[in-house]
Nanobody, 118 residues
Framework: QVQLVESGGGLVQAGGSLRLSCTAS????????MSWYRQAPGKQRDLVAT???????NYADSVRGRFTISRDNAKNTVYLQMNSLKPEDTAVYYC????????????WGKGTLVTVSS
């Protein structure tokens, strides 16, 4: 069983930056594929960024070049650095873990709200 706790959300003006953190407990963090998703009001939950156990990264087109996902296995934590934020980035951001190099169980955090004002 893996528990995920996100932090770092808040209100920021357009053009600003935020860094989200997600700390995991339970399981072996270094073997988790970690991702960030987001869900805006009335919309589906979409993948934002993924980092593999080998630290390969992948980004949604809408955030590529502005967001950076990283992980610190010693701290059981994955980060999402968000720069040049836009109002359309407003959403609840969720941390996701897939164990066993992505082939195992899937877990979600409860989410953290990011609001970008224009």
């Amino acid at each position: 069983q893996v528990q995920l706790v996100e932090s770092g959300g808040g209100l920021v003006q357009a053009g600003g930056s935020l860094r989200l953190s997600c700390t995991a407990s339970g399981g072996l963090f270094s073997l988790n594929v970690m991702s960030w998703y987001r869900q805006a009001p009335g919309k589906q939950r979409d993948l934002v960024a993924t980092i593999t156990t080998g630290t390969l990264t992948n980004y949604a087109d809408s955030v590529r070049g502005r967001f950076t996902i990283s992980r610190d296995n010693a701290k059981n934590t994955v980060y999402l650095q968000m720069n040049s934020l836009k109002p359309e980035d407003t959403a609840v951001y969720y941390c996701n873990a897939r164990t066993n190099n992505g082939r195992g169980a899937e877990y979600w955090g409860k989410g953290t709200l990011v609001t970008v004002s224009s």
